[in-house]
C-alpha cells in the first residue's frame, strides 16, 4: 500500500563498469602525486644538519623576561647612631646620590652629619682633660712642698728641742 503523503521513492543507478575502475585510477594517481611532492619537498629544502658536543658540567645561564613586582628577601633599615642635619649624601657604586633602593657596597658613606655640636663637645672634653691634667700636676707639686715643709719642720726641731712643740707626722696622719 502506497500513502499519498509519503515521498516518492528514489531509485538507485546502477554504476557503470567503466566508473568503478575510473574513480580508483583517480584516488591511486591523487596519491603517487601526494607522495611525490611531499618527496620533492623534502629534498630541495635546506639539508638537515646536527652540532655534536661532549657532555660536561657548568653553569647553566637562564635569562627570565617577565613583568611584575622584584621583592628582596630581606630589608634593611639603616639608621644613624647620632642625631644632626644632614649636610650631604654619598655616592652609590654607579657614582649617583644615595636615595632610597640604591645598591651601595660595605663601607659605602651614605650621608655625612653636620658635627658641629660634636666637634664642640670634643673641644670642652679636651679642654677639661688639660685642665684636669693641670690640676693634677699642681696637686703633685703641693704634696712635694708640704713633704719639704715637714722636713724643714722636723730639722728646726732636732735643732731647738726646747723650743715649741710641733705635732708629729703621726698626728696629721700622713
Not at 41 to 51: K, M, T
Not at 61 to 89: K, W
Request: hydrophobic share 45%; glycine share 8%; proline share 5%.
Amino acid at each position: 500500500m502506497l500513502d499519498k503523503h509519503a515521498p516518492e521513492c528514489e531509485t538507485v543507478i546502477p554504476c557503470s563498469v567503466f566508473e568503478k575502475p575510473l574513480v580508483i585510477a583517480v584516488c591511486v594517481l591523487a596519491l603517487v602525486g601526494g607522495v611525490g611532492a611531499w618527496w620533492w619537498r623534502a629534498r630541495s629544502g635546506p639539508p638537515l644538519s646536527f652540532r655534536t658536543a661532549a657532555v660536561k658540567r657548568g653553569d647553566l645561564v637562564v635569562t627570565i623576561n617577565a613583568t611584575g613586582t622584584v621583592e628582596p628577601e630581606e630589608v634593611v633599615d639603616v639608621g644613624a647612631q647620632v642625631a644632626g642635619q644632614i649636610i650631604s649624601f654619598g655616592r652609590d657604586k654607579n657614582g649617583n646620590t644615595v636615595d632610597y633602593g640604591s645598591i651601595v657596597e660595605e663601607e659605602t658613606i651614605l650621608a655625612q652629619i653636620d658635627d658641629s655640636v660634636y666637634a664642640a663637645d670634643v673641644a670642652l672634653a679636651r679642654a677639661q682633660l688639660e685642665q684636669d691634667k693641670a690640676g693634677e700636676v699642681s696637686a703633685a707639686a703641693n704634696l712635694e712642698q708640704m713633704k719639704a715643709k715637714l722636713v724643714q719642720s722636723r730639722s728646726r726641731l732636732e735643732k731647738n728641742p726646747g723650743t715649741r712643740s710641733f705635732p708629729t707626722a703621726a698626728a696629721f696622719n700622713l
